[in-house]
């Protein structure tokens, strides 16, 4: 009831119709939206003291959850045809879809474009920021941290850039949030490292924050925010266009992409993406749960490495994959802290199925093999 309860029932009711119906024709319910993924690059032209350097990023609006999957794998088959190769696994980044192109550049930076223009037809809705600063602006160079212990320090341009570049992903989520009005949404990003922002509070004070380990190998949202940031960077690298709007304008419309939008996040936006706090955000508790870690025999020097060249190491992100979760190379002094109850622990060998029988005795974990 209104404040003008003080009428009759019928004058109450006359008038409160009126003044609901005036709310919805003045403010129009945006659709709910169920899915936001987030993927970045750094921007870089040249090299040494000449080299320009700037940040890309892409958030992707998703309305239509259940019907995503399918859509995803459909582009990304179209995809491996066109290259003449084979899919390697069901969930590619694009660094896999670069290699299945070899030299042919050209065809590939074009079908990339059409894997843009099939996630809008299908619904998905392409947001883009960008980041580039301008040195006469900030002679002094930018002020970081001065909360608590953390005393001011002063870097410039080009490294807070760089660092910028480390935790951009998050960045082109909230600019995205912030001046498309969405809210409550689920976010999904892939691991990145940062120090703490009133940019990361806002996001997740308002969302639901998922973060994958692997995620553009893991998950069909954030491989395609991956996929979309790199035909961005290729477009504009292969065209000689700057990192401007018309140039990130001029790639969407190459690629017929129509519903999408650009912004700029840059010198109005340092109070809320320079850090305030000389503390690395804590997102363990991010992590889609269960979390699948794979333990290496540790029987050479690089074993990670090894791993991840085998052909074994492809169905391991299948299974990741299947399981809604992301993937992360267990190290004993950082993830002991991190596990939780049901916790996928995936071994290899004698060795790695020894430490994960008793880490399930001590945490609950769940012990998994995945051979060929």
Known sequence: MFFFDYFSDTKVYFISSIFIRSIFICYPMRQPIVTLASDSVMFQRGVGDRSFLGCLGVCLEFSEENSFSDTYSKLIDELVENSGGVRPRSILKSYDIRKLYRSNVDNYISDLGEFVHGLTKSGVRVHAAFTTLNPKI??????HYGIGKSPVETVRPIDFIKRLNTYYPYIAAWKTVRSSKIRSSTILLDSFTGEQTDAWYDLVTHHEVQIFPKGDSCNTYI????????????YLS??????????IASAFEACSASDSSIYYVGHGDFKKIVPFKKQQIFYDQFYPNP??????????EKDSEIVEQSPLYQKILDFAAEQNSGLKFFTQFEDIPRL????????????????ANYLSKLYGVVPQEIMF
Not at 138 to 143: E, L, N, Q, R
Not at 291 to 300: A, K
Not at 340 to 355: F, H, N, S, T, V
């Open 138 to 143: 900030v002679p002094d160079g930018i002020k």
């Open 340 to 355: 939780r109850k049901g916790d996928l622990m995936i071994y290899m060998g004698e060795k790695g199925k020894a430490q």
């Open 223 to 234: 491989s395609s925010a991956d996929i979309v940031t790199r035909y961005l960077n290729e």
């Open 291 to 300: 979390l699948c870690y794979l333990i290496p025999e540790g029987l050479f």
């Open 238 to 247: 292969s065209r000689h266009l700057h990192l401007t709007e018309d140039g």
